[in-house]
């Protein structure tokens, strides 16, 4: 993996909401890149431009002005039909709420995200890593929350996206259930070398990242390497 390769960067990035007395600055000049295959942390209070960020970075929403480059192409200069590519294959996104599909059990679920891929990892193997194996054919409504957490992040992966996009994936887990959601992506982000990238205000959650970008009123105010970085399951909080 080349660790040393810079995967995303983001250049002067700017994006505001509303106009006139009623507009807002969200980002006001963002700055930072993340090489391939790092576990990289958004930390930040609410309302600092995080989800925000990373909206743009998923191709969901568009920035006002500056330049998002991921594997050497820049996202703002895709067509609509580059664009849905680009989500569809190389990107995967965690988000707090699971979005399962009811009528479908955890198995097909997750299958759902290998039908967008062409290079899906090993279902059977990635059911196993998410520790599904006896829940597979149990319905979301049959699972708890950590449980379709689970299911919610191997439909993500399974496309094995080159970039791992998670917006407060343990927000509405108890702490037991969020380490081991951590833990989870750690070991997805090891096995499969993805590039994570992880929004979040818990500031215990920086000690297991390889990178930690703080943001704050839309400016990044700090930008480090963690030189000595601890597994997610030696986190407290």
């Known amino acids: 993996m080349e660790r040393d390769t810079n995967f995303l960067e983001i250049s002067e990035l700017k994006k505001s909401f509303g106009s006139g007395e009623t507009r807002q600055e969200v980002l006001r000049g963002v700055n930072f890149s993340v090489r391939k295959g790092e576990f990289c942390v958004l930390l930040g209070p609410s309302g600092s431009g995080k989800s925000t960020l990373l909206n743009i970075i998923g191709g969901i929403d568009v920035q006002d002005s500056g330049t998002i480059t991921i594997n050497g192409e820049r996202l703002r200069e895709m067509d609509e039909k580059s664009l849905t590519a680009y989500r569809r294959l190389h990107l995967g996104y965690v988000f707090q709420t699971y979005n399962l599909i009811p009528n479908l059990n955890a198995k097909e679920n997750i299958e759902v995200g290998a039908y967008l891929s062409k290079s899906a990892v090993n279902l059977d193997e990635l ?75 818990n500031e215990a959650i920086r000690s297991m990242a390889d990178h930690v970008i703080k943001l704050r009123d839309g400016l990044v105010r700090s930008d480090e390497r963690n030189e000595h970085k601890i597994t997610a399951s030696e986190l407290e909080w």
């Open 127 to 201: 059911i196993s890593v998410l520790g599904l194996t006896e829940h597979q054919y149990k319905y979301p409504n049959q699972l708890s929350g950590g449980q379709q957490q689970r299911v919610s992040i191997g439909r993500a992966i399974v496309k094995n996206p080159d970039l791992l996009l998670c917006d407060e994936p343990t927000g509405a887990l108890d702490y037991k259930t969020s380490k081991e959601i951590l833990q989870l992506i750690e070991n997805c982000n090891k096995k499969y070398g993805n590039t994570v990238i992880m929004v979040t205000h």
